[in-house]
């Protein structure tokens, strides 16, 4: 008999590369994660990892033993689920994990209209972040955003259901020129030898931005690397230079700012693992979430049709 338990270390390999890496994601000794997979491999009766000095790869079987996982530890999360489901109303911890914009402008709202017997306890993250996080059990259930010209970054073990989409504003300073040409006021052409305002490289936000230039045909030429918004917002209207930002995180931008609206947008997800997204908890989550996102006093992009499908 396999052990699920045992399984889940295989998988984790499978997405992180190294057995210190596992180890460190789902707090063992790397001593302990090894003679875990050494067990497994005994119970499988095949060599499911190769070793040369110190790296540690998947054999053949290996492989197809973290797909066959995959479908296991899915079927126990639905398992537990349908459990949980059986109980008078859902409580205990909820593990979020959420983007900052979304966490100061949407989450505090949502959380207040979740059922009592929860205990929401919110982490901000990156989106690049999550699948990891859900898979190793820190995370419940998280909010996540994806970009035009990013693809998705969570993986197979993952499902997503769409929130709400909003439009991506192209930020100057109100007193700068307009462009001689009207059809140019919303161009990324028009600002490519303009200094840039940029999230730090490896971010989604960062990635959204240059490959937003590179299909506008120029490189842009950064002179800040700035993560909140709330300040590339403040740099902007002091002019010292241009950024990509999403209407969520300008609800309010300070005097001095233009937002010029462009054909570029980002969605709002929630993500858990794969077979537990009808866990009641989950549900609240994403019924609070739907709620809050319909009062908000501020325009968004209109609600996705999947909200309140879970």
């Known amino acids: 008999m396999l052990d699920p338990r045992k399984l889940r270390l295989l998988r984790e390999l499978a997405h992180r590369g190294t057995i210190a890496a596992v180890a460190e994601a789902l707090t063992f000794t790397p001593s302990a994660v090894s003679q875990q997979l050494a067990a497994l491999e005994r119970e499988a009766g095949v060599p499911l990892l190769e070793r ?5 790869t998947l054999t053949p079987a290996g492989r197809l033993l973290v797909e066959h996982a995959q479908a296991v530890l899915e079927e126990l999360d ?3 689920a ?11 911890p909820l593990r979020i994990g959420a983007f900052p914009t979304v966490t100061r402008t949407l989450v505090p709202a ?3 209209e979740l059922p009592p017997g929860l205990e929401p306890m919110v982490t901000e993250i990156d989106p690049a972040d999550v699948s990891a996080a ?6 419940d259930v998280a909010l996540i955003h994806e970009y035009d010209f990013v693809p998705s970054v969570v993986d197979a073990g993952v499902e997503c259901a769409p929130l709400f989409s909003e ?9 700068r020129t307009a462009p001689a040409d009207p059809a140019a006021a919303g161009s990324l052409a028009d600002v490519r030898d303009e200094p840039w305002i940029l999230s730090k490289p490896g971010t989604l936000c960062h990635t959204m931005a240059v490959r937003a230039c590179h299909a506008a045909g120029f490189e842009p030429r950064v002179r800040h690397y700035i993560d909140d918004f709330d300040t590339v917002l403040t740099f902007a209207a002091a002019g010292q230079g241009v950024a990509l930002v999403p209407r969520l995180a300008a609800p309010a931008p300070p005097a001095g700012v233009r937002l010029t609206p462009l054909p570029i947008s980002r969605r709002t997800l929630i993500a858990f693992r794969r077979g537990y997204g009808g866990h009641p908890a989950i549900s609240a989550f994403q019924r609070a979430m739907a709620a809050r996102i319909a009062s908000t006093t501020f325009p968004l992009g209109a609600p996705c049709s999947s909200i309140g499908r879970l």
Do not use: D, K, Q
Request: hydrophobic content about 45%; cysteine-free.
């Open 52 to 56: 040369t000095g110190r790296t540690v």
């Open 110 to 112: 949502a959380l207040a």
């Open 82 to 92: 349908a459990l949980a489901a059986t109980r008078e109303g859902p409580t205990g």
């Open 167 to 175: 439009p991506i504003y192209l930020t100057t300073r109100a007193a």
């Open 134 to 139: 859900l898979r190793a059990g820190e995370l």
């Open 78 to 80: 639905r398992a537990s």
